[in-house]
């Protein structure tokens, strides 16, 4: 703890802010504040009752919709780079993002954030959502399984919308950029009657696609939404008090922007020349942005499906009813609906339907003698491995949550109960196209050639066989879960004095999960289900001590647990388990933290500015983290429990007025993350090839007594966690002034902001990484009360870095790890333009 109190307090020298903060004051020090142009009193609602952004005892970043437009804040990933300590991008497709705060990152599972839109769950990517309707977004960072449970032990990410009030608004914002990049969004919101009001929104978005694909030379990461949102607010003076919402979005993107790195690359880790040729097993350092070049459009029986598209449908109501003057009812209902067909190359090469070599000999016996001693049979296994996504899900769920606040001079109290139930249907649609077996011959027949001419040159090679000839089965699986969540919560905010208060919350929550898995191939009768199923069972506490130890500075302690519960892997851990039960994959458990968490929050002259500081350190049990594991003749990607971590952190926020309309915004967020135990099997390949490029269990066997060799498991003790930067800094200038155009009614604006964010690694080696990155955006303009144009340029010096990789198999070169990264979008020139009243 001295190591973090000691950097906490180093940070307190250094320039970092928050998306733009202010504090509960009075009508007087509002008037002083929006003089100085810093800000606006925000309210919260980060402990699941109304506060004010500086007095809340905990960590919240917010982006308000004025900071939304002032910024040019396209997207969710666009706000994340505002925010210290979150990372979000969808460089693998805006289905596929999982964000990341404060560290806690994974790979392929579920992540440790939840997203909630009027403090009601929802489900679905939130990557194309219309920013248009958000009033402001709130990220609660630090374990909130207590308040929001499950899928919340790193932190939540809550919208709260725009609300239609006693006054007609509306707007018509259009923004064109380059790479044929449109997007069309307008709104409108005002009274229908006494006490009823009404908002409707609607968004249009189509990109072109920025990148070549060099097998086609067509455009890549083509994307295309639309979406229309309404909501209905009741509230005529009176006790009750109800919001109703709907949502609706239509997602239709492309393949996306991935490209594949050639195993042949592999510089590090060297093989002995047996089984790969001397080549290299992993790729060690940095790896660089490389070119696209997918088959995707030749893979499928229909090309025009090709890409990603979903449909999702969310409805929620809200309603309060006053019980007394500090009595509160409250019931939450959500209920969403998503379904999402996917269908891409998921080998990112120009190659269909590859013939996969598993295995080169000299591993077996000789079979004669040659000049050069024994010689052996070189042989392969001629099976077509298939690369690709091709998937329809169907997620359906609903929740209620129902709780009373009551509030007093003494105590705040809310007391709740919550119920959760989703159905999540995951079918396997693969139709392969009326060439795969012609594609797949070729395939086989290329790769015998060049074995063959491979054994020739090669003194102590007799010959070269396929075991077995090529295939192209369409799989037709189906994997179906129910998850329930039944919990009951409370929290008790006890003022011991006027300015100190202490806060205890706490959730036990069972969440059940069933699943039903069918495996079979196309043609084939539909087999017995595999049936599964699991609960886990959770109490999450929460103590929060606060000090306002003068009116504009706060000190606050936090204590918190958090807990994401465990799951399954699939039906092809279930039958890996059923091969070789020292596996232990069909499920995992539970994934738990415990985290302690200082800040102090502080208002300086006069509220012009505000400086927030955090210092935290959390410990991690049962990480679950995606590896890789060997099923003969394969290796499966699984969730499992990796082992122990802690993480380590400061951030640091500022936001104050350098002159009159010149404003700074800072923040600055370190992540120091550490695996304390825990093993991989990979990394205990690795190990064992490392010493004399053989994986003969020279380290060690990790199951003596079954036949075979299994390099002993390798230690990740002291490794990095994956998809964590360490560093992460943002810093923006804004300048306004009256233009002194139709008579001062229009303001000239201006204003740049840059993000850096440090190279993360890909996988718990911690030997291939992301490299840093530097994102520059600019923009000027002019606006009154009803226009607004403006010029913008995103990533002005076209930073390249990649934003997120993920270690793979190339099918074209022996299943060797290989990488593949998502381009991350380059220099983009646009204008908006928008109008309202």
């Not at 449970?149 to 809550?158: E, F, M, P, V």
């Not at 049962?622 to 951030?651: D, H, K, M």
Request: glycine letters at 10%; hydrophobic letters at 35%; aromatic letters at 10%.
């Amino acid at each position: 703890m001295r190591k973090l109190v000691s950097s906490a307090l180093l940070a307190a020298t250094m320039l970092t802010p928050s998306a733009l903060a202010a504090q509960e004051i009075d009508e007087s020090e509002e008037e002083m504040q929006e003089v100085a142009g810093v800000g606006q009193t925000i309210i919260v609602t980060a402990r699941k009752r109304e506060e004010s952004l500086q007095s809340v005892p905990t960590s919240v970043a917010v982006a308000t919709s004025e900071t939304i437009q002032r910024l040019n804040l396209n997207n969710l990933t666009d706000i994340a780079n505002t925010t210290p300590g979150l990372i979000f991008d969808e460089s693998f497709g805006r289905n596929g993002n999982r964000p990341v705060i404060r560290g806690q990152a994974n790979i392929l599972g579920e992540s440790g954030v939840a997203f909630f839109i009027d403090g009601i769950y929802y489900t679905g990517s939130l990557a194309d959502y219309d920013v248009d309707t958000i009033e402001r977004i709130e990220v609660v960072k630090g374990p909130q399984s207590a308040l929001y449970g499950r899928n919340t032990y790193s932190g939540a990410i809550n919208i709260i919308s725009k609300m239609p009030g006693d006054t007609w608004e509306g707007r018509v914002t259009a923004d064109i950029a380059e790479h044929d990049r449109y997007e069309l969004t307008a709104g409108i919101r005002g009274p229908i009657s006494e006490g009823l009001s009404l908002g409707v929104n609607g968004r249009f978005y189509d990109f072109g696609g920025e990148f070549t694909n060099q097998f086609d030379g067509t455009k890549i990461g083509k994307q295309s939404s639309w979406s229309a949102s309404g909501v209905l607010d009741w509230d005529n003076g009176g006790p009750f008090t109800a919001t109703l919402r709907g949502y609706y979005n239509r997602t239709d993107d492309g393949q996306p922007a991935i490209f594949h790195q050639n195993a042949n690359q592999n510089n590090c880790l060297f093989d002995d020349g047996s089984l790969y040729a001397g080549r290299g097993r992993y790729f060690c350092g940095v790896i660089e942005p490389g070119e696209v070049n997918s088959d995707y459009t030749v893979q499928f029986g229909d090309a025009d499906m090709v890409g990603i598209e979903a449909d999702t449908y969310n409805v929620s109501l809200r309603m309060e009813y006053e019980l007394g003057d500090n009595l509160t009812l409250v019931s939450l209902t959500g209920f969403n609906d998503r379904s999402e067909t996917q269908l891409t190359d998921g080998d990112y090469s120009p190659n269909s339907f590859q013939t996969a070599v598993f295995a080169r000999f000299p591993a077996g016996a000789p079979i004669g003698f040659g000049p050069a001693g024994p010689i052996f049979p070189f042989g392969f296994v001629g099976s077509t491995i298939d690369f690709s996504f091709a998937n329809l899900r169907e997620t359906q769920d609903w929740s209620q949550e129902l709780k009373l606040l009551y509030e007093s001079d003494a105590f705040d109290l809310i007391v709740g109960g919550y119920y959760f139930d989703q159905s999540d249907d995951n079918f396997v649609i693969r139709d392969v196209p009326a060439n795969a077996a012609a594609l797949a011959g070729a395939s086989f027949g290329a790769r015998l050639a060049q074995e063959q001419a491979r054994c020739a040159a090669n003194p102590i090679c007799g010959t070269t066989f396929p075991l077995f000839g090529p295939s192209t089965p369409n799989d037709r699986s189906e994997n179906l879960l129910d998850i329930q969540n039944v919990a009951v919560y409370g929290a008790i905010n006890w003022h011991i004095t006027d300015t100190l208060n202490l806060g205890i919350e706490g959730r036990y929550a069972e969440e059940s999960i069933d699943q039903t898995v069918f495996s079979f191939a196309e043609g084939d009768a539909r087999p017995a289900p595999v049936l599964a199923d699991a609960t886990f069972k959770a109490f999450t506490p929460r103590v929060t001590l606060d000090w306002q130890f003068t009116p504009d500075n706060m000190f606050y302690a936090i204590y918190a647990e958090g807990q994401k519960p465990g799951g399954f892997n699939g039906a092809l851990a279930i039958t890996a388990n059923a091969i070789d039960p020292n596996l232990g994959i069909e499920t995992f458990a539970e994934e738990e933290n415990k985290s302690y968490e200082i800040g102090f929050k502080n208002s300086f002259l006069d509220g012009a500015v505000i400086f927030n500081l955090a210092a935290y350190y959390t410990e991690i049990d049962g990480y679950q983290l995606t590896q890789n594991v060997s099923v003969p003749p394969n290796q499966i990607s699984v969730v499992t429990n990796a082992g122990e971590a802690e993480i380590w952190g400061i951030e640091a926020e500022l936001v104050g007025e350098l002159s009159r309309g010149l404003t700074l915004t800072a923040n600055y967020a370190l992540a120091d993350t550490e695996f304390t135990s825990g093993v991989d099997e990979n990394q205990g390949v690795l190990n064992d090839v490392a010493d004399d490029g053989l994986v003969n269990c020279s380290t060690g066997d990790q199951f003596p007594d079954i036949s075979g060799c299994q390099s002993l498991f390798g230690s990740i003790a002291g490794q990095s966690i994956p998809r964590a930067p360490r560093h992460r800094a943002f810093a923006d200038l804004d300048y306004r002034s009256s233009t002194g155009i139709g008579g001062g009614t229009w303001d000239f604006f201006a204003g740049g902001n840059i993000t850096y964010t440090s190279s993360s690694f890909a996988q718990v080696h911690n030997l291939a990484r992301t490299g840093d990155a530097t994102e520059v955006d600019v923009r000027m303009g002019i606006e009154n009360d009803q226009f607004r144009v403006m010029l913008y340029a995103n990533n002005l010096f076209d930073e390249d870095a990649i934003q997120q990789i993920i270690r793979y198999a190339d099918a074209n070169n022996d299943l060797r790890r290989s990488f593949i990264g998502g381009l991350r979008p380059g220099r983009r020139l646009g204008i908006v333009l928008s109008a309202g009243f």
